[in-house]
């Protein structure tokens, strides 16, 4: 009997505009995924998505499919949907990457179900699949300083100090996932 595969899904925006951003930080953590499994992203284009197939064991104790939608993180529902319905993967086999205002820069937790707490991406992905009950990884990004608008805050680059934890933060929300999964 085959083991039906986890799938692991990193939230951002496409292009080279939005590399670097807090709300990119989702695909950081699939590239850092991806690179520890020894493998690469190719195009799936009947999902508009970016995958890696990884057998039993290469990753996670079962198959995982690793990916990250070409959409724009709004639109993230469809691509996540058919990722899942494809590969046969029910919602409580699917793990959502995504960047997290409530928590301070580089706290990483990972729950199962719930809210959205105002994250377009995970309302997006909710919608599309008709339930909650998907596992989020959610990756601490901050608060915006002052008064600036969150919308902006998660278009923003990091910081040069930032910038310089991304791969520790990368590699701790990778860990959280193969300690929950492995």
Known sequence: ????????????????????????????????????????????????????????????????????????MNLSGGPVKALAAYYGVAPADLIVIHDELELDFGAVRLRAGGGDHGHNGLRSITKALGTKDYQRLAVGIGRPPGRMDPASFVLKAWSKQE????????????????????
């Open 163 to 182: 910038a310089a934890e991304i791969p520790i933060l990368c590699a701790d929300a990778a860990d959280e996932i193969l300690r929950a999964h492995g």
């Open 1 to 72: 009997m085959a083991t039906s595969p986890v799938l692991i899904v990193g939230l951002g925006n496409p292009g080279p505009r939005y590399a670097g951003t807090r709300h990119n930080i989702g695909t950081d953590v699939v590239a850092e995924l991806v690179q520890r499994a020894g493998s690469s992203l190719s195009v799936h284009k009947k999902t508009n998505t970016e995958v890696a197939q990884l057998p039993a064991g290469r990753l996670l104790a079962r198959p995982a499919i690793v990916a990250k939608p070409r959409s724009f």
